[in-house]
């Protein structure tokens, strides 16, 4: 079946490292969403990308989705305490649901 | 001030004993989505509904049971059936199938 993983499931960083989760999907996707979950939080929409080859950013969020739509990548740059949570890429395929990564933990040591 | 909410927070229950998880939300949205999130887990599709009165299975339906009546209502019933219900439900709804989702606060079941 349509399966998204993600890479790595746990990140611990010193506060003002760098960042990077990693999603592939096992099929091309439609569009691929970004979701964080802060710990005993639900998960909040960040963005979502489209088009083969976009990028966007947000202050120090860049997001990115791969030429074939296969794979999407987060990057924080300088990472912050109120960067601790849960990244999750969701994919839509040729359905109306979203597939969901399995997350990728980040914890950021002051 | 508009939203999704799910209620209760926590919920305690005898195992054999079936349980309703309420969904409401006032964004007008058409979609609804139920999913579980077991510790350290990712999301999984329970169960989603695109439009009133129809709802679909998503990858983990058994012992589950949903009905979408009202546009704003979209209740979960875990069943007895379900082996292992302990898990953070979490409801979720959007203008349309996969367009971002917006999640309620998720419930606690504790099933002992």
């Known amino acids: 079946g349509q399966q998204v993983m993600q890479i790595p499931q746990?990140?611990?960083?010193?506060?003002?490292?760098?960042f990077t989760t990693y999603c592939n999907s096992s099929t091309t996707l439609s569009n691929i969403q970004w979701y964080k979950q802060r710990p005993g939080g639900h998960p909040v929409f960040l963005?979502?990308?489209?088009?083969?080859?976009?990028?966007?950013?947000?202050?120090?969020?860049?997001?990115?989705?791969?030429?074939?739509?296969?794979?999407?990548?987060?990057?924080?740059?300088?990472?912050?305490?109120?960067?601790?949570?849960?990244?999750?890429?969701?994919g839509k395929h040729d359905t109306d649901k979203l597939i969901f990564g399995t997350g990728t933990r980040l914890q950021v040591f002051p | 001030d508009g939203g999704i909410t799910q209620s209760p927070k926590y919920l305690f229950r005898k195992e054999g004993?079936?349980?309703?998880?309420?969904?409401?939300?006032?964004?007008?949205?058409?979609?609804?989505?139920?999913?579980?999130?077991?510790?350290?887990?990712?999301?999984?599709?329970?169960?989603?509904?695109?439009?009133v009165n129809d709802f679909q299975k998503g990858d983990i339906a058994e012992g589950y049971s949903v009905s979408r009546e009202k546009k704003e209502s979209f209740p979960l019933t875990v069943t007895s059936a379900q082996k292992n219900p302990t898990a953070f439900y979490l409801c979720a709804s959007s203008i349309g199938g996969g367009i971002e989702q917006y999640f309620g606060p998720g419930t606690r079941l504790t099933v002992t």
């Open chain 1, 10 to 18: 746990y990140q611990h960083v010193q506060e003002g490292e760098d």
């Open chain 1, 47 to 90: 963005i979502q990308l489209v088009k083969s080859g976009e990028v966007k950013k947000q202050k120090r969020l860049t997001f990115q989705f791969g030429e074939a739509k296969k794979n999407s990548s987060l990057h924080i740059t300088a990472t912050q305490t109120t960067d601790v949570g849960t990244y999750f890429c969701a």
């Open chain 2, 17 to 51: 004993q079936n349980v309703t998880l309420s969904c409401e939300q006032n964004l007008n949205h058409d979609a609804m989505y139920w999913y579980r999130q077991d510790p350290g887990q990712g999301l999984r599709l329970i169960y989603y509904s695109q439009i």
